[in-house]
């Protein structure tokens, strides 16, 4: 049987091929240094038990192999009745559709494709990796595992592996699990743009946002956590015009109290009316992100500016 496995979702392709070729003893041929007249004797030969060989050969068309090799490779498979033979092309790339080894294992063989997924994929993912698990998780911490490791799956199922690990007992992720565990260089950031934001320092703002951005951090992300500490300060201040003192409103809101004190401070720089209205434009501005009316890094350094602006003289 000749399979190709492709695809730029590295991690269900690399699954994908250890799960077909699991108890099997392989022989790995690279693109880079093919040596086809191995590969044919390689292909014809049987193991030391007498059995048909199994073969990977990893990234064959990612180097663009002259065509000559390629069908050099076809005719060999073609006119060799290799039905008990195990040979799978593993490509960690989208192949060419039109290639002519693709077209020849379409007819003849098995072609596994696997694609990065998008959000609800990946949500869905998510769930299924933990339902294995019997675990469950909550909505806004499976949103911020779907944004925070979108482009990388590798580091979300080893995140998945360390939060399972943590909540073994109780048997679900939530959001405090993330805060503590997930997101190290990401959540000092994000802790440094929420404060600079709070104390209204435009230029400090938008040094963290970038630096962020520059390190790879999905603006979807970002505004997820923005939001978030913009929750924060808005629940912070409604406490506090209540005559809430810190003490109970870092009881109310389950936080650190050297947090809450940051918060009570940065809270003091807006009216409640500017912070219900700054969390309103943000989400409003990121539905319009995501229906492609607005540049993203563009809207959301717009928004800052707008955050830290200080109406009549406000200190």
């Not at 379409?106 to 990796?129: A, D, H, S, T, V």
């Not at 806004?140 to 979300?156: F, I, T, V």
């Not at 870092?250 to 807006?270: D, H, I, M, T």
């Amino acid at each position: 049987m000749v399979y190709l496995i492709h695809g730029d979702n590295l991690l269900e392709s690399f699954e994908s091929l250890k799960n077909t070729t699991a108890g099997k003893d392989c022989t790995v041929f690279w693109g880079k240094n093919f040596n086809g007249a191995d590969f044919k004797m390689a292909a014809k030969s049987l193991s030391l038990f007498g059995e048909a060989p199994c073969l990977v050969v990893k990234d064959f068309l990612k180097d663009k192999p002259d065509s000559k090799i390629v069908k050099d490779i076809l005719d060999f498979l073609e006119t060799n009745h290799l039905v008990y033979n195990l040979i799978i092309f593993y490509e960690s790339h989208k192949v060419d559709l039109k290639a002519p080894l693709f077209q020849w294992i379409l007819k003849n063989g098995k072609i596994l494709f696997f694609p990065q997924p998008n959000k609800p994929q990946l949500k869905k993912w998510i769930l299924e990796r933990l339902q294995a698990e019997n675990f469950s998780i909550e909505n806004e911490a499976l949103e911020m595992l779907a944004e925070g490791y979108k482009n990388d799956l590798w580091g979300l199922k080893n995140e998945l592996q360390k939060l399972v690990l943590y909540r073994l007992d109780e048997k679900k992720i939530n959001q405090d699990d993330l805060d503590r565990l997930s997101f190290p260089n990401e959540e000092k950031s994000i802790f440094e743009l929420g404060d600079a934001l709070g104390y209204r320092n435009a230029q400090r703002s938008l040094k963290v946002l970038a630096g962020l951005v520059d390190r790879g951090v999905s603006l979807g992300y970002i505004t997820l956590m923005v939001a978030r500490q913009l929750r924060l300060l808005i629940m912070t201040k409604i406490l506090g015009l209540e005559g809430k003192k810190i003490v109970e409103i870092q009881k109310r809101l389950g936080l650190p109290p050297f947090v809450v004190q940051r918060l009570y401070q940065e809270a003091g720089s807006f009216s409640l009316d500017e912070l219900k209205s700054a969390f309103s434009t943000l989400i409003l501005n990121d539905a319009a992100i995501k229906k492609g009316k607005r540049l993203p890094r563009l809207s959301l350094d717009l928004w800052v500016d707008r955050l830290c602006f200080k109406p009549n003289g406000r200190e």
